[in-house]
Each structure stands twice: as structure tokens, then as C-alpha cells.
Nanobody
Framework: QAQLVESGGGLVQAGGSLRLSCAAS????????MGWFRQAPGKEREFVAA????????YYADSVKGRFTISRDNAKNMGYLQMNSLKVEDTAVYYC???????????????WGQGTQVTVSS
């Protein structure tokens, strides 16, 4: 059964950095695309970033462009989201997902992790 497990969340001050990790089962990681989404309290889950199988294509939400970097290590079945210059509005539960295409729409993603909490304080 495909599994995704996020880690690396926590509490950080505004302007700080965090690196989220996503550990995937080998079967999950054979799926072409990996994405990160987030859901803040009272809001719908939204796209953050996505990356294609070979890392050749990456996509970012405008709100995180220039601050966040998505990457993956297929040899280790790992995905990452480096988050720099964090803002209070980045506070959310962050989800890792694996899917058919590295598109922003959640419908393209078939497997989801349980999420990891990121809290940015002012």
C-alpha cells in the first residue's frame, strides 16, 4: 500500500526557515509527480509546490515563489520542501502528495500524507 509520511514541521519565528521531508514507499515514489499542499485553519487546502519525476519541472504558488524550494531524491524515495523567509501567513498543516502530473490541481494527486503542522510566530 502506498504511503507518504511528512516530517520537519514545527514552530518558527517569522523570517526563519524549516525543511519539510516526505518519506514515500517505493511504490508511491514510482508515481511521476510530487506535490506539497497546505491548509490553514478555516481555509481550503491549497497548492504550494510540485515537481516532476526527474526534477526538471517545478511549479510554485505565487505566494511562496522565491522563498520555498521543492526537491526530491528518487534514490532515497524522499521529497523535500525548503521554506525560507517564513511569514505568519505560512502557518498551516502541510501535506505531501504523489500523483500523475505536477499540476496545481489536487485532482491529479492520488496519494496523500497525514500532514505536518507548521506554525510561524510574529
Amino acid at each position: 500500500q502506498a504511503q507518504l509520511v511528512e516530517s520537519g514541521g514545527g514552530l518558527v519565528q517569522a523570517g526563519g526557515s524549516l525543511r519539510l521531508s516526505c518519506a514515500a514507499s517505493a511504490r508511491t515514489f514510482s508515481i511521476p509527480a510530487m506535490g506539497w499542499f497546505r491548509q490553514a485553519p478555516g481555509k481550503e487546502r491549497e497548492f504550494v509546490a510540485a515537481i516532476s519525476w526527474n526534477g526538471g519541472s517545478t511549479y510554485y504558488a505565487d505566494s511562496v515563489k522565491g522563498r520555498f524550494t521543492i526537491s526530491r531524491d528518487n534514490a532515497k524515495n524522499m521529497g523535500y520542501l525548503q521554506m525560507n523567509s517564513l511569514k505568519v501567513e505560512d502557518t498551516a498543516v502541510y501535506y505531501c502528495a504523489a500523483g500523475r502530473n505536477a499540476y496545481p490541481s489536487q485532482g491529479w494527486y492520488d496519494y496523500w500524507g497525514q500532514g505536518t503542522q507548521v506554525t510561524v510566530s510574529s
